[in-house]
């Protein structure tokens, strides 16, 4: 039985909830999608699916075979589109939704050389750094930090945002520099957060993962203000390397607890899942996932 075709159909039932609508939505019969399903099943070794009179749902290995099949699903997408529609040429409006800080700092420099290789694409840009409901607030695509749970969206990795925990020389002539990362609690500190949020500095080390919770005068959901505070000697500071790259080149900020790795997280690419994806916002992915991935540098 084809792989392909049992995951397409393992997809649609979890999407649709029962055997019956998946079979009809793929012209197929209610015993070809059981038996579609129940070769998954016996393929994975799992069960996918607690069966009842009245309902169907996914059991918790269900869920995860599902996010993976959904994403192995977009990529075969992604890669059908690219191949028979490279001649379509971009043109309307395409809608995106991106955090603030990434986009202003890396994409917005990169923008013209995309625009000007697209003259009859009109992209409208929203900053926000909350997550917004693609389908619901007609945005084609959105660059953001979580992954979204959903059987309807198509999530792209492409980086980590690698954080630098550093201090101005000023500071660190009056104050020192943390050895350890226990350490960074008795430091002055430039706390990216909401005003109650509690937060952790998390990182790596040859120890396991090891926690610092950061004190300080300034709390920001604004990593701008907490890099100028951090330059002005007003405490250490977790930024993301691609904003103080040239501050640490320049030596205005110095990197500290290197032996240690930050906890980060991973940017994305989000847009929803479709049969037959545009041709702007198929260049629009592939210009970010060229730019911006991780065989980017």
């Known amino acids: 039985m084809d792989l392909l075709k049992s995951v397409q159909v393992f997809a649609k039932v979890a999407e649709t909830g029962s055997f019956s609508r998946a079979a009809t939505r793929l012209s197929i019969s209610n015993a070809a999608a059981t038996r579609h399903v129940a070769m998954l099943e ?29 994403r192995a699903l977009a990529e075969l997408e992604l890669a059908e589109m690219s191949a028979s529609h490279g001649a379509v040429t971009p043109e309307g409006t395409l809608r995106v939704s991106s955090t603030s800080l990434f986009w202003m700092v890396c994409i917005a420099p990169r923008l013209p050389a995309f625009l000007r290789r697209y003259p009859s694409l009109t992209l409208q840009v929203n900053l926000t750094e909350r997550q917004p409901d693609l389908v619901d607030e007609g945005y084609d695509a959105s660059v953001q930090f979580l992954e979204p749970i959903g059987q309807t969206l198509v999530a792209r990795r492409l980086r980590r945002i690698d ?14 520099r943390p050895a350890s990362i226990p350490e960074v609690e008795g430091h002055d500190c430039l706390v990216y957060a909401q005003s109650a949020e509690a937060v952790e500095w998390q990182f790596d080390t040859e120890n396991g993962r090891v926690a610092a919770v950061p004190f300080g005068q300034l709390r920001s959901t604004d990593a701008q203000t907490l890099r100028l505070a951090a330059l002005a000697g ?14 640490i080149r320049d030596g205005r900020l110095i990197p500290l607890l290197e032996h240690a790795r930050s906890v980060d997280p991973d940017l994305y690419v989000v847009f929803p899942s479709r049969k037959f994806m545009p041709a702007k916002l198929r260049v629009f992915v592939d210009f970010l996932s060229t730019e911006f991935g991780e065989q980017s540098g």
């Open 42 to 70: 016996k393929r994975f070794a799992v069960r996918l699916f607690e069966r009842t009179t009245r309902r169907l749902r996914l059991t918790e290995a269900g869920h995860v075979c599902l996010e993976h099949c959904i």
């Open 234 to 247: 007003l405490g250490l500071v977790r930024s993301p390397r691609f904003l103080i790259e040239e501050d």
């Open 163 to 176: 954080r630098v925990v550093c201090a101005s020389p000023d500071y660190i002539a009056r104050r020192g």
